[in-house]
């Protein structure tokens, strides 16, 4: 079982930055392919970007790479998201997800999400 405790959303103007954190519990952490997920008003959940359990291997949905970046420190069991240059199209609910799948370029969520946490971007 792993609970997973997200923060760090908020508003922000348009260029801006944000660090959105996920708290997980649990001593198997380190084991768990690690996410984050986003759900904008009237939209389905897209995925955002992933990192792999102990190789730290990353991957991005085309539209935040080379803005957002993906990081864990399984020491602090804490999985990040970096978010830079934001766009008013970035606003959405901000999900973490524990046991990802990954094969090529699709990425399947895994069976445990946090409560999400808000992002606001204003024009």
């Known amino acids: 079982q792993v609970q997973l405790v997200e923060s760090g959303g908020g508003l922000v103007q348009t260029g801006g930055s944000l660090r959105l954190s996920c708290a997980a519990s649990?001593?198997?952490?380190?084991?768990?392919?690690m996410g984050w997920f986003r759900q904008a008003p009237g939209k389905e959940r897209e995925f955002v970007a992933v990192?792999?359990?102990?190789?730290?291997?990353?991957y991005y949905a085309d539209s935040v790479k080379g803005r957002f970046t993906i990081s864990r420190d399984n020491a602090k069991n804490t999985v990040y998201l970096q978010m830079n240059s934001l766009r008013p199209e970035d606003t959405a609910v901000y999900y973490c997800?524990?046991?990802?799948?990954?094969?090529?370029?699709?990425?399947?969520?895994?069976?445990?999400w946090g409560q999400g946490t808000q992002v606001t971007i204003s024009s």
């Open positions: 997800n524990a046991g990802l799948q990954r094969v090529g370029a699709r990425v399947d969520p895994g069976g445990y």
């Open positions: 649990g001593r198997t952490f380190s084991y768990y392919t």
């Open positions: 990192i792999s359990s102990i190789s730290g291997i990353t």
